[in-house]
């Protein structure tokens, strides 16, 4: 094998694992980060006087 062809498949083949490294770690994260949703503030709600003919 040429020298040139060695290094491009070491440098493919460590992008290649790296690559698979992070897609599994993105997995991993991503399957057990609890997911959080904000409680829905309440609003308190106004009086209604004089909404009949508020013009």
Known sequence: ???ILTIFL???GWLAVAGAMLWG???ISRHHH????PKPQDIPEKPV??????H
């Not at 609890?34 to 949703?37: F, N, R, S, T």
């Open 1 to 3: 094998m040429s020298p």
């Open 10 to 12: 070491l440098i493919t």
């Open 34 to 37: 609890p997911h959080v949703q």
């Open 25 to 27: 770690l993105m997995r």
């Open 49 to 54: 006087t004089g909404a009949v003919n508020a």
